[in-house]
């Protein structure tokens, strides 16, 4: 029984790394979407993803059609809970 305790503060700490990990995860495979897709500026994108899915997009698109594109092609993405759209359209 002494076995479990420390066993049992190894997967704690072993949970809070896989989660930090599953969201840098989201953001990369976010990041690829916006990369492969002809009417997103990947570079011009910020995506940001927290413990919980929550994928945030900034940054400047050069059309409303471009930044409802970011958005779809983010909350498609598997592991994403929702998107925050805070993306400025070029004028």
């Keep these: 029984s002494a076995l ?5 503060g190894f997967a704690a700490d072993g949970d809070s790394v896989s989660t930090k990990v599953s969201d840098s995860v989201i ?15 990947a570079t ?3 995506v940001e993803t927290d413990s919980h ?9 050069k059309s409303k059609a471009a ?10 993405v598997k592991g994403v809970t ?3 759209d805070k993306i400025i359209i070029a004028q």
Excluded at 4 to 8: E, G, H, W
Excluded at 27 to 41: H, I, P, R, Y
Excluded at 53 to 60: H, W
């Design 4 to 8: 479990l305790i420390p066993m049992a």
């Design 82 to 84: 929702s998107v925050k």
């Design 27 to 41: 953001t990369t495979k976010v990041k690829a979407e916006f990369a492969k897709d002809k009417l997103v500026s």
């Design 53 to 61: 899915g929550m994928v945030e997009i900034s940054g400047t698109a």
């Design 67 to 76: 930044a409802e594109k970011a958005v779809s092609l983010a909350k498609n």
């Design 44 to 46: 011009a994108l910020k």
